[in-house]
């Protein structure tokens, strides 16, 4: 699978988007982008994937470079909860890694 | 519809005993994977399924065992328990190309 590129840490204000990148430069043609976060020690957690297109769904934006060697998770309006660390995650079939993430605060 | 579960939640070994941890998912999906995670760390691959009957190493194989006899188990064994196992244990099941939801982990201690 294509290794994935993140910023180690970022700091967002509360209320305001929060845009986490990821770099995937050798993504493969059938390669999904997937996102899941973590909060403290609870197993990972479901955000958005995407393939070519822009997703969106009631928890985040997804938005893929049309070259596919990029993209970002946009949470909208950013929230305390929020605050967690955030994997990127390239993958086609079944082996899936997640790598060291970003970790996101959301302060006040 | 219970999801992923996993059992034990937690559980304490001496070094050089033997464990398996148990993963059920009811939701008749084909992938399965087990996960650790070492504090602070990133979540790392031990050994995934893409089907009943088959198992793939990940990135941190060594030391481990897996079996995947029926479609809705898939089980992470340790053969002679080191301290550097030591560790939070996630699985987890898919479809293919689906989202993957997670259990809720098993906590290992291994003095």
């Known amino acids: 699978d294509a290794k994935t590129t993140q910023p180690t840490s970022m700091d967002c204000a509360e209320g305001r988007a929060a845009n986490l990148p990821c770099n995937h430069s050798t993504i493969s043609g059938n390669e999904y982008v997937y996102w899941y976060r973590q909060i403290h020690s609870q197993g990972p957690q479901y955000i958005i994937h995407g393939l070519k297109n822009n997703e969106t769904n009631e928890m985040a934006s997804l938005i893929i470079t049309e070259d596919r060697k990029s993209s970002t998770l946009i949470l909208p309006h950013a929230t305390l909860r929020d605050t967690a660390v955030y994997y990127c995650i390239v993958r086609v079939g079944g082996d899936m890694r997640f790598g060291a993430g970003t970790r996101l605060t959301v302060k006040p | 519809n219970a999801g992923v579960t996993q059992t034990p939640k937690f559980r304490v070994l001496k070094t050089g005993q033997s464990m398996t941890l148990l993963c059920a998912q009811d939701m008749n999906h084909e992938y399965m994977y087990w996960y650790r995670q070492d504090p602070g760390m990133g979540l790392r691959l031990i050994h995934y399924s893409v089907g009943e009957g088959t198992t793939a190493k990940g990135e941190v194989p060594d030391g481990y065992n897996v079996s995947r006899l029926k479609k809705q188990n898939f089980l992470l064994g340790l053969e002679s328990a080191a301290p550097s196992q030591t560790s939070v244990y996630f699985c987890?099941?898919?479809?293919?190309?689906?989202?993957?939801?997670f259990g809720p982990g098993t906590r290992l201690t291994v003095t």
């Open positions: 987890a099941s898919s479809p293919p190309q689906r989202t993957i939801p």
